[in-house]
Every structure is written in C-alpha cells, then in structure tokens.
C-alpha cells in the first residue's frame, strides 16, 4: 500500500529552523517528483516547493526562497524540506505529495498525498 508520511513539524519560534521529512513506502521513489505543500487555517493550499524524480532540478514559492531547501534521499525513499529563518506566515499543516514524473508537475497532478504536519511559528 503507498503511504506519505510527513514528521518533522511543531513548535518553534520566529527565526527559527525546522526540518520535515517525508517517508515514502509502497512506491520506488525514484520515479517519482515530490511537492511540499501547506495549508493556512482559512486559506488555500500553496505549493511551497517541489523536487524532481533525480534531486537535480527544484522549485520554490516566492516566499520562501532562500530560507526553505528542498532534498531527497532515494535510497531512504525521503524527501527532506529544511526550513531556516521561519516567520509566523509560515504557520500551516504541511504535506508532501508524489506524483509518477521526472519533473515537477501542476498541484492537480499529484496522485498520492501525506496527512500532514502541523508547524507553529510563534513566540
């Protein structure tokens, strides 16, 4: 059974860092591209950014570039979203999701989406 399974989240002060994980089984991650998305209460879901199927090629939201890397470690079958200088706006559940590409993809695309976890940026 294919199953995203995100970690990582909680609480953490403004400035600080976080880093998620994203832990794939049932799936050969190789094939596939990995998104990060996140959702504020109240708000639509954003794409924050996305990695190719081989890590060589990555995308980021506007608002986090430069604070935010996206990784993978395909023998792990886990994508990693390191997260530095975090801002309260960054507050929001945040999921990964696969979709079977070499290159990142629309949000529509995606097939398979993890539940989600909670990061809090606050003092």
């Known amino acids: 059974q294919l199953q995203l399974v995100e970690s990582g989240g909680g609480l953490v002060q403004p400035g600080g860092s976080l880093r998620l994980s994203c832990a794939a089984s049932?799936?050969?991650?190789?094939?596939?591209?990995i998104g990060w998305f996140r959702q504020a209460p109240g708000k639509e879901r954003e794409g924050v950014s996305c990695?190719?199927?081989?890590?060589?090629?990555?995308n980021y939201a506007d608002s986090v570039k430069g604070r935010f890397t996206i990784s993978r470690d395909n023998a792990k079958n886990t994508v990693y979203l390191q997260m530095n200088s975090l801002k309260p706006e960054d507050t929001a559940v945040y999921y990964c999701?696969?979709?079977?590409?070499?290159?990142?993809?629309?949000?529509?695309?995606?097939?398979?989406w993890g539940q989600g976890t909670q990061v809090t940026v606050s003092s």
């Open positions: 990695i190719s199927s081989s890590g060589r090629s990555t």
């Open positions: 049932g799936l050969i991650l190789d094939y596939y591209v």
């Open positions: 999701a696969a979709a079977l590409s070499f290159s990142c993809v629309p949000t529509d695309a995606y097939n398979y």
